[in-house]
């Protein structure tokens, strides 16, 4: 079992940044394949906003590209997400999700709001 904890998530005026970090604990013995955030807006589908896998290799959602980037730190078992350029458009739940031994595992969601 994996555990999932997001953090980084709050008010933010527009043009602002925010830092979305999640944390993966539990009995993790194996790289975790595939680290990402997605977000869920009020009325919306959750979408993917970011993957990142073991190895670096990354994808993201092309409307973000620019203003949103993903890391993540292997040894700590921790993603980043760094938003920067903030719109209100960004306002959502955004979770953290991990892909370990063929099993997806999901965090509770942080909200961010985007609003002056």
């Known amino acids: 079992q994996v555990q999932l904890v997001e953090s980084g998530g709050g008010l933010v005026q527009p043009g602002g940044s925010l830092r979305l970090s999640c944390l993966a604990s539990g009995i993790i013995l194996f790289p975790i394949s595939s680290m990402a955030w997605y977000r869920q807006a009020p009325g919306k589908q959750r979408e993917l906003v970011a993957r990142?896998?073991?190895?670096?290799?990354?994808i993201m959602k092309d409307s973000e590209k620019g203003r949103f980037s993903i890391s993540r730190d292997n040894v700590k078992n921790t993603v980043y997400l760094q938003m920067n350029s903030l719109k209100p458009e960004d306002t959502a739940v955004y979770y953290c999700?991990?892909?370990?031994?063929?099993?997806?595992?999901w965090g509770q969601g942080t909200q961010v709001t985007v609003s002056s």
């Open positions: 990142i896998t073991s190895g670096g290799d990354r």
């Open positions: 999700n991990a892909n370990y031994l063929s099993q997806n595992y």
